[in-house]
């Protein structure tokens, strides 16, 4: 149990386009779900924390503007990538963790190579 | 504020060999802690969660000690495979934090034929 499966798992976009990559929870509900970003050999990097029915919670130095996120409903988080450069070209990974329970594990997708040229 | 270190940042071993990976943590205030591992380009695959009241878990070749007093946590695997190579994270769920994690640098393993 407990799967997470991002799509799509590569992009690669043209410069100042938009790009929408979803994280769904496939067996369970996740009222919250985080989205990291991760540079080459680096660990992750907390971007956002996504609430179910709410508003996203942006970590210091995240444009919440260029990365916007949705969490429509509980089994469904998309951060979109608005107006993308080269320097955003990096790896995404959402993850989601069982309800507001503390003693769940998070589970993460499988992650996305975004590559804008 | 919570800080995670893991020792060492890599490590290259000869197949077969029993090895141990160092998490350390600086708040003892956690909820659990997880132990991920990460292949090129991939995501995170989950190998064990214990618990703030638990002491160890295993899982096959996999055990993980927790001693939270000393903010120290311990992944031991047994007769290391070219397959073991990857990278191994660990992350805490402290108290104070809400849902979020607290991940350490990772350890870069490498498990030589």
């Known amino acids: 149990g407990a799967v997470v499966s991002q799509h799509p798992s590569r992009v690669i976009c043209k410069s100042g386009t938009s790009v929408k990559i979803e994280c769904r929870s496939l067996d369970f509900q996740a009222t919250t779900m985080f989205w990291y970003r991760q540079f080459p050999k680096q660990s992750l990097m907390l971007m956002a924390t996504?609430?179910?029915?709410?508003?996203?919670?942006?970590e210091q130095g995240v444009e919440k503007d260029k990365f916007l996120i949705n969490h429509a409903s509980l089994t469904l988080s998309t951060l979109t990538v608005t107006s993308a450069h080269p320097e955003d070209s990096s790896f995404y990974i959402c993850s989601a963790t069982r309800g507001r329970a503390t003693n769940y594990g998070y589970t993460f997708g499988s992650g996305t190579r975004l590559t804008v040229v | 504020k919570q800080e995670v270190t893991q020792i060492p940042a890599a490590l290259s071993v000869p197949e077969g060999e029993n090895l141990v990976l160092n998490c350390s943590f600086t708040d003892s205030a956690i909820y659990n802690l997880q132990w991920f591992r990460q292949d090129p380009g991939k995501g995170l695959t989950s190998l064990l969660l214990?618990?703030?009241?638990?002491r160890e878990q295993t899982s096959g070749r996999l055990n993980a000690s927790l001693d939270k007093s000393s903010g120290r946590s311990t992944l031991y695997i047994a007769a290391s495979q070219p397959g073991d190579s990857a990278t191994y994270l660990c992350?805490?769920?402290?108290?104070?934090?809400?849902?979020?994690?607290?991940f350490g640098g990772g350890t870069r393993l490498m498990v030589k034929p």
């Open positions: 996504s609430n179910e029915g709410s508003k996203a919670t942006y």
């Open positions: 214990i618990q703030s009241s638990q």
């Open positions: 992350a805490v769920r402290p108290r104070n934090a809400g849902n979020m994690l607290t």
